[in-house]
């Protein structure tokens, strides 16, 4: 199975200042990666699939670089809004999988 | 507008069945991949099972042999059949559609799994 891992675990950020959030795969996943948003009682958004490509909505602040087996994704100038947990997931093999998750704190 | 409405959670002992039901409107389960994801009580997201064209279907090695997952075309619904049930299948139980990546998500339904 294809481990997904993500880093670090909880990330403290000021409003304004640029996060970079990372996820690995253990095998090549070519861009076959996506980014979700969870916040607190919601279900996850999709934030950027393709490894770099914005869903439909999502501000310009997101921004997704990668491709085989490491990935990155940076919010370019922190909002409170975007407290809330990152998953990333590859979907270039099944069974799919997800990282355990970033916590963006505030 | 896309929208997909989950329900069938609650309460359930060990070893007990439950079936959830995903209810889409705005677009079609049978020309789409719609998926189940779950997630522990304070936990991380877990993928759970997918149906796709063809009927195709596939499940995490967790809950394969245990779970099945089946749509109805005609009311647009997908199914998640829950047998054999585990303290550690309790979860908020998701359903989203897409291919691969997932861009539409139901609100999700809990199911609790204890005697």
């Known amino acids: 199975e294809l481990v997904m891992t993500q880093s670090p675990a909880t990330l403290s950020v000021s409003p304004g200042e640029r996060a970079t959030l990372s996820c690995r795969a253990t095998q090549r996943i070519s861009s076959n990666l996506a980014w979700y948003q969870q916040k607190p009682g919601q279900a996850p958004r999709l934030l950027i699939y393709g490894g770099s490509t914005r869903a439909s909505g999502i501000p310009v602040r997101f921004s997704g670089s990668g491709y085989g087996t490491d990935f990155t994704l940076t919010i370019s100038s922190l909002q409170s809004e975007d407290l809330a947990v990152y998953y990333c997931q590859q979907y270039n093999s099944w069974p799919l999988t997800l990282g355990g998750g970033t916590k963006v704190e505030i | 507008e896309m929208l997909l409405v989950e329900s069938g959670g609650g309460l359930i002992q060990p070893g007990g069945s439950l079936r959830l039901s995903c209810v889409a409107s705005g677009l079609s389960v049978n020309s789409n991949y719609v998926t189940w994801v779950r997630q522990a009580p304070g936990k991380g997201l877990e993928w759970v099972s997918v149906?796709?064209?063809?009927?195709?279907?596939y499940h995490a090695d967790s809950v394969k042999g245990r779970f099945s997952i089946s749509r109805d075309n005609a009311k647009n619904t997908v199914y998640l059949q829950m047998n054999s049930l585990r303290v550690e299948d309790t979860a908020v139980y998701y359903c989203?559609?897409?291919?691969?990546?997932?861009?539409?998500w139901g609100q999700g339904t809990l199911v609790t799994v204890s005697s």
């Open positions: 149906i796709y064209t063809g009927d195709n279907t």
């Open positions: 989203a559609s897409g291919i691969g990546f997932y861009d539409y």
